[in-house]
């Protein structure tokens, strides 16, 4: 395998009429670029985690469809826009919880509709560039996320991280790995603990994966073994990503996430959350307005065992996600900056104004 950061996660290939993603869950294992041509092919993908992350399925998502459009064969605006529509319900169907996904498909409709008047060559091309431009927001906006993470972490800190918030989450360095990789860069020599994240593994197969072919000195634990680390001395912050900031800062992120929160409140450990404002949802007024994804049975029972593990028939709740209460947050780090609690005022600032940039 190659160097991490020339692993591109998603790309749209207008040549081959596709949208080419790594298969996520093939990873540590194999490296496996998937050509995706179709919406059910793409929505697919979204589902069963293959591309995965909030940010990432939003660029998926403006790829894909923009990808899809290109075929489209039509005698006007109405009915370009019609078969518009009709994928972008169906792409956003997929998962419901990170925002990411909605912001993205919007983001295409309302480019879309600026053109209407032109003709069916400007809708396609106005269609690939919004998709490009998403990606590249995002890269940007994960670099600056970095260094105001970075702003807050000392050389040699122990650092604690849940589920998979990094390159392959995002474009290039991630949101809560950004200032990890950047403190990388310029010898921070910080210690990582990587939770495992049950019951899709996204920590043991994705983020210790990255971090180590990066070089950063990675440690994996299980879920359960947090209080103990935090409880020697051994994590002096935890980084974790987010898949929806709610206006009042609570935040839905990987199942184990609020969790990962109280214990970090109990032992006197910051807790901050990293992401682009893209993940900001004015419109969800508090946390209890989030939906939560809820996943097969199987993943808990099953999966990754070469047997099963739980007997036949037992009751399963599988949520996908948790929401970290916003008082347990010490600060929410955009590529605007770092709030501080009350949240509400400041994501309003910064949402509004990039809304109106
Ligand atoms: O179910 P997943 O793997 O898509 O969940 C991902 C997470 O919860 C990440 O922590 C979150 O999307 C932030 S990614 C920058």
Request: aromatic residues 8%.
């Amino acid at each position: 395998m190659g160097n991490l950061f020339t692993m591109v996660t998603v790309r749209a290939d207008y040549e081959q009429g596709a949208l080419v993603i790594l298969d996520q869950t093939q990873l540590p294992n194999q490296e496996v670029y998937l050509a995706l041509k179709t919406a059910e092919e793409i929505w697919e993908a979204i589902y069963s985690l293959k591309v995965r992350g909030a940010p990432a399925i939003g660029v998926a998502a403006a790829y894909g469809i923009s990808v899809c459009m290109q075929k489209v064969v039509v005698a006007g605006f109405e009915e370009f826009y019609r078969k518009f529509v009709k994928i972008k319900a169906y792409l956003a169907s997929s998962r419901p919880t990170a925002v990411n996904l909605f912001m993205a498909l919007d983001r295409m409709e309302v480019r879309l509709l600026r053109h209407q008047k032109e003709d069916v060559k400007a809708w396609k091309q106005a269609l690939r560039e919004e998709a490009e431009a998403i990606r590249a927001e995002d890269a940007g906006a994960c670099r600056r996320i970095g260094e105001w993470g970075l702003s807050l972490l000392k050389p040699g800190m122990g650092l604690l991280t849940h589920c998979n918030a990094g390159h392959l989450a995002v474009s290039e360095y991630g949101t809560a790995l950004a200032p990890i990789y950047l403190g990388q860069e310029r010898g921070y020599g910080f210690s990582v603990f990587a939770d495992e994240t049950r019951p899709l593994l996204q920590g043991a197969r994705l983020t210790a994966f990255e971090l180590q072919k990066a070089g950063v000195d990675v440690t994996l634990i299980c879920d359960n073994m947090a209080s103990s680390v935090m409880k020697q001395g051994r994590v002096q912050a935890v980084l974790v990503g987010c898949d929806r900031v709610a206006a009042n800062g609570d935040t839905a992120n990987k199942i184990g996430t609020s969790g990962v929160a109280v214990l970090a409140k109990y032992y006197g450990i910051p807790f901050y959350v990293l992401g682009p404002i893209s993940t900001i949802d004015l419109g969800c007024p508090a946390g209890e307005q989030i939906q939560i994804e809820e996943r097969a049975h199987e993943e808990v029972t099953e999966k990754w065992y070469t047997r099963r593990m739980a007997p036949e028939r037992v009751n399963v709740y599988n949520p996908a996600f948790d929401v970290t209460s916003a008082d347990l947050i010490t600060a929410i780090i955009t590529e605007k900056g770092i709030a501080y609690p009350p949240f509400e005022e400041t994501l309003r600032e910064w949402k509004m104004k990039d809304i109106l940039t």
